[in-house]
């Protein structure tokens, strides 16, 4: 009798991840991460890839954490090569909160670099989580491939996960600081000011260096040629 109320309540929940109302898919999630059961694995990541509420996927993302890694890894590995955009990007979201490094390699260069903004901080996120031991420069090496693109959010984003890293960034900021594009030479040295000075705001970092790049490219003063004579 038990084992059966147990069932009946377990069917209740997962159909409530459906229900109209955010509020009871909410509650949904919350239940069904509150009791883990195997049998939960499959429809929470397929309720991953189409959830509009970003309060629900976390909650989703929550629940997921809850269940065995065993099971949930392989869900969400085949996850990340989907064709949907969104179920890639929660995907590997659920991987960084997760940890488990078993799943570096499907952290790939196509992730990080994917065209949808959210995958790639999403991707961004997980590999700083998930990189191993001396394999970091390699990642910040690719993750400065990135730098200037998007808007602000998107930025800040990589910033982060580039600070992350911690000092093995240097090499491939100062790579790109030398590079013709100003978007991408003033979110290095943004980031670079964010290393060395982790309370400096990312909007006062990056208007400093938009305006240090702009000066770098402007005509130099008759006075400051004379004085090179």
């Given at each position: 009798m038990t084992m059966a109320r147990q069932d009946a309540a377990a069917i209740r929940a997962l159909q409530a991840l459906e229900d109209p109302s955010s509020?009871?898919?909410?509650?949904?999630?919350?239940?069904?991460?509150?009791?883990?059961?195997p049998r939960f694995?499959?429809?929470l990541v397929e309720r991953c890839a189409v959830e509009p509420e970003f309060f629900v996927r976390d909650m989703l993302t929550w629940a997921l954490t809850r269940q065995p890694v065993s099971l949930t890894l392989p869900a969400l590995l085949r996850e990340v090569r989907s064709e949907r955009a969104q179920a890639r990007s929660q995907a590997l979201h659920t991987l960084s909160k997760i940890g488990d490094r078993h799943a570096w390699p499907a952290i790939t260069r196509a992730l990080l670099s994917d065209a949808?903004?959210?995958v790639a901080r999403s991707a961004w996120r997980a590999a700083v989580v998930l990189v191993p031991g001396g394999e970091e420069s390699a990642l910040a090496t690719v993750l400065a491939t990135q730098l200037g693109r998007g808007e602000r959010e998107t930025?800040?984003?990589l910033s982060q996960a580039l600070v992350a890293l911690g000092e093995v960034i240097v090499p491939a900021l100062h790579a790109t600081t030398?590079?013709?594009d100003p978007r991408v030479r003033a979110h290095a040295l943004a980031t670079q000011r964010l290393l060395r000075d982790p309370d400096a705001g990312f909007e006062s970092a990056i208007e400093e260096a938009k305006r240090v790049v702009a000066l770098t490219g402007a005509p130099r003063t008759d006075d400051e040629n004379r004085a090179d004579r």
């Open positions: 509020s009871v898919r909410l509650r949904a999630a919350l239940a069904v991460g509150t009791a883990p059961d694995v499959g429809k949808d903004d959210e930025q800040l984003s030398t590079v013709s």
